[in-house]
């Protein structure tokens, strides 16, 4: 089943044209500087907010169309916004039981608070909540409707670097749960890195890309891959720990990759992300060298950044990576399209 | 105190309870408008609900009486419903007391509308609550000390209230006559022991009332 969406709206300042379908699993997050139109478009879905054109559907269930507009109360929707908004006359446990009421949604109040680590706050107002409790308690409000999708507008945004590393690990919690669709504004790349499955770029109101994260990442044609700190993100599986060196083991596509012994468990899975600055090709597997990770390659596309210097795209058993490297290398190596190539890792670090 | 100094008391007190619970119900929809509306004619409507505040008692009786006798608007209307003219009568000063203390029942509640952030009531429509739940789950209860500042004020000023009701009600006792008409009559008639005990009366109810809205420290205040 997908989300499809389409609006086309003239705001004072900027114009929306976007049209995107969204699939109705895992985590899907809209990306795009200030401005570009992310937080209109989901104030748009949730029905905060009409477009004078638009249509929008869930699987068969059309939310608007040319005649129709199902208003946001009769959305069967779950919204968290940047700041948490809850309501100051009532108490947490209140406010959780607000929205499951009306909802007429099952569900433990106690079960919903335990998961998000609210338990000892449920008898409290609302202002002897810090910032990070608060937005744990408007997730909790809005997961208590049982909602068929989740939209959550940079819901990290307001608070501090102390506070965001409070709810991440419940939001990754949420994602790997995976029972409910979310769809997660951002305009912070190690957020969406972290969380996101299924990434839609936005510039100017308008959809540049869409498709999922690992790829667009590393898409020579989109800003994402040329940014200072370009990197490939690559889903792989822990294989080994190795605590004389204390190294951890990881797997994708058949290849192995070292890196920094990390917690994670044999077996799981986990993203790793590799900076484009720190991968370096060789047209033949180097001995002698203090570098561990070194992968047999396939050099896909290049893509021109600065009068010195280029992105190059890579194949690896079919997973991507990015290099960068100076134009003078390209020529003295011969680098072209097809070429075969051994990409040197340096650095490798599981996103977190 | 004689027993028409206890009837104009009763009066008074029926009057203002009367105007105050049908401010409330007239107010509470004219304040949500004015709080939330967008239209380019708001300010006139606001300047016309603010009026009774700097207008002589008189000239706003005056208008009043002229609109509720035989040829007046509101006359017209009363009589097509069989209900005769309003004028010395105590329907007439229930309708002209309302005109009155408008001001004072509207505008805070009109201010507390307008500090309850919208995004409160976003926050509620997504979690299914439809525009009257939400007005009286959300809205109602954080403007709840704005209403009781408005209970307060549209009580207390029309119970103070003397140049309207002169115009509109006349001085008859047991219908129009009031405390502070019963009052002047005292004065009047130099019977000054008589005007003490009711001024002290009116003075103690009213400065208690008051009391009781400042001592809860409110910020919603005229």
Known sequence: MTLRASFRHAYPGFALAADLTLPMHGVSALFGPSGSGKTTLLRLMAGLERAADGSLA???TVWQDATRFVPAHQRPIGFVFQDARLFPHLSVRQNLAYGQRRAGAGGAIEAMAERLGITHLLARKPDRLSGGEAQRVAIARALLT???ILLMDEPLAALD????????PYLERLHAEANIPILYVSHSFDEVARLADHLVLLDSGQVVAAGSLVELTTRLDLPLAHRAEAEAIINAQVVAHDAAFHLTCVDFSGEKLWLSLHEAPIGSFVRV?????????TLAPQTGTSILNILPATLTDLGGESDSQVMIGLDVGGTRLLSR????????LGLVSGRRVFAQIKGVAIVE | MSPADLTALWLTLKLAALVTALLLVIGTPLAWWLAHTQRRFKPVIEALVALPIVLPPSVLGFYLLVAMGPHGPIGALTQALGLGTLPFSFAGLVVASVFYSLPFVVQPIQQAFATIPVG??????TLRAGPW???RSVALPLAAPGFLTATIFGFAHTLGEFGVVLMVGGNIAGETRVVSVQIYDHV??????AAHGLSLILLGLSFSILLVLYARRLPWRL
């Open chain 1, 58 to 60: 869930l699987g068969a």
């Open chain 1, 146 to 148: 049982e909602p068929r």
């Open chain 1, 161 to 168: 670097a102390a506070r965001k590393a409070e709810i991440l």
């Open chain 1, 273 to 281: 992300r590799v900076r484009a600055r720190d991968v370096s090709l």
């Open chain 1, 325 to 332: 490297v100076t134009r003078k290398s390209v020529s003295l």
């Open chain 2, 120 to 125: 409160l009531l976003e926050a509620a429509a």
């Open chain 2, 133 to 135: 739940d939400r007005f």
């Open chain 2, 188 to 193: 009047e008639a130099l019977e000054y022991g």
